[in-house]
């Protein structure tokens, strides 16, 4: 599984005065409209976005370069609820009102139009109502990131994922089957 990871993004979202980033788990193209671009994006329950995402009903993918291997610390190493993510990030906000920023590759802002329930997490529907990708370069991956971060960062990950496995593999059953209803 870990050679099917997409593009490394910094999943931002906004509701109510709060913000947060957080590295995308998974990122997929979901149309093949041009002019309709949906995606999915799969956001676990425990992480602090899941609750601003499923309310606001929005969020905003901001794709990293691969000399960006601090935001992948920054935003994916601790949570939003502990503290502010954002303090210190320079962004703007598109149509959606989520942070896009305004150093990364290129971004997508999204309306959240479905989602489904996967016990541990939501993988969420949106459809595309803004985004640019710096066409002259390429997306970082996640297993291109783990070659490239320090040693010490794959080992503080290995334990972050570690217990993040463990809670997951009990919620995974917990499916609620009632159709989304925005």
Not at 73 to 96: A, I, P, W
Not at 133 to 159: F, G, K, M, Y
Not at 167 to 177: L, N, T
Request: net charge negative; aromatic share 10%; proline share 5%.
């Amino acid at each position: 599984m870990g050679r099917l990871w997409s593009p490394l993004a910094a999943v931002t979202s906004r509701w109510q005065g709060r913000a947060n980033a957080q590295i995308a788990v998974a990122i997929s193209a979901a149309s093949i409209v041009p002019d309709r671009p949906r995606v999915l994006v799969q956001i676990y329950k425990e992480n602090y976005s899941h609750d601003l995402i499923h309310r606001s009903r929005a969020f905003a993918l901001n794709f990293l370069r691969k000399d960006q291997l601090q935001l992948i610390r920054d935003f994916g190493f601790v949570s939003g609820g502990d503290r502010d993510k954002l303090d210190g990030v320079e962004y703007t906000e598109k149509v959606t009102g989520s942070p896009v920023l305004k150093d990364c590759l290129g971004y997508l802002d999204c309306r959240v139009v479905n989602g489904m329930d996967g016990g541990d997490m939501t993988c969420f529907l949106a459809e595309v109502l803004d985004g640019y990708v710096n066409p002259d370069q390429e997306p970082l991956t996640w297993r291109e990131a783990r070659r490239l971060i320090p040693p010490e960062w794959n080992e503080e990950w290995s334990v972050k994922i570690g217990a993040n496995i463990a809670v997951s593999r009990e919620q995974m059953g917990d499916i609620d089957y009632t159709p989304w209803i925005p």
